[in-house]
């Protein structure tokens, strides 16, 4: 399958701290891919990185066919970027949140009012097209704002913590959205703190002290570190007292 994210021993240093040290590892086309690790263990340095906003130290990654050293502008016009904290303007409308995106990734004037009616229909939210964001509750400006970084078709959608704070209804409603997506070609690089949510992914990493210490599928994952549960993989990692790893097995 084709490759849309490679990244070879990439590195981040802030003077002598590295926040990210000489990662590894690639993302295939359509693949739901979960970036797990801890506050601070440098999950926010990678993906900074990895769309075009940090310049590496060292080490080489590249997203959709695009280098992030050499052409962080070419990343990030055939990227889509869905952050917890900042995705929509509130005090805009829907409609307008959706025509100030389309024109930001360059769509013509007639693709922003065909797929801003599509998306609006898909998410029944013709009768909330023109209130304020701020207004919604917070389930549909997630699954809204998850909507308008898909809105210009990109290649690879990455999902800082999507489903924080949402109920457990939408956030399965959220997955079914990835899951849609995926199947039509577009990778899915998603950060999130619910574990029981990693196990919706193809592949997961951990990162632990800006290294990745662990990596493959859910299943293979637990069965490598001995545990039950991807909470147990990663306590055992975070905290070497738990969890047994291959190497002290």
């Not at 959709?64 to 904290?85: C, E, K, L, W």
């Not at 549960?229 to 905290?239: K, N, S």
């Amino acid at each position: 399958m084709t490759t849309a994210i490679d990244v070879r021993n990439l590195t981040r240093r802030f003077g002598s701290f590295t926040a990210v040290e000489s990662i590894s590892f690639d993302v295939r086309q359509g693949e739901v891919f979960g970036f797990l690790g801890a506050n601070g263990a440098g999950k926010t340095t990678a993906i900074k990185m990895l769309i075009g906003l940090l310049a590496p130290s060292s080490g080489q990654a590249s997203v959709a066919g695009f280098d992030v050293s050499t052409n962080p502008d070419d990343v990030r016009r055939h990227i889509g970027y869905m952050s917890q904290r900042f995705s929509l303007y509130e005090d805009l409308t829907v409609r307008e949140n959706i025509t100030l995106y389309g024109g930001i990734y360059g769509l013509t004037d007639s693709e922003i009012r065909d797929r801003g009616d599509a998306l609006i229909g898909t998410l029944q939210l013709g009768r909330s097209s023109d209130e304020r964001v701020e207004s919604l509750p917070l389930g549909w400006k997630q699954k809204l704002a998850f909507s308008v970084a898909m809105l210009h078709e990109p290649a690879v959608v990455f999902l800082d913590e999507p489903t924080g704070g949402v109920d457990p209804i939408t956030r399965r409603q959220f997955w079914e959205m990835i899951y849609t997506v995926a199947e039509r070609g577009t990778t899915v690089f998603v950060t999130t703190h619910y574990l029981d949510e990693a196990e919706y992914c193809d592949r997961i990493s951990i990162m632990v002290d800006g290294r990745i210490a662990a990596m493959g599928a859910p299943a293979e994952v637990k069965q490598r570190f001995g545990a039950a549960t991807l909470d147990e993989v990663f306590l055992g990692l975070v905290r070497p007292a738990g969890v047994q790893t291959p190497q002290s097995a």
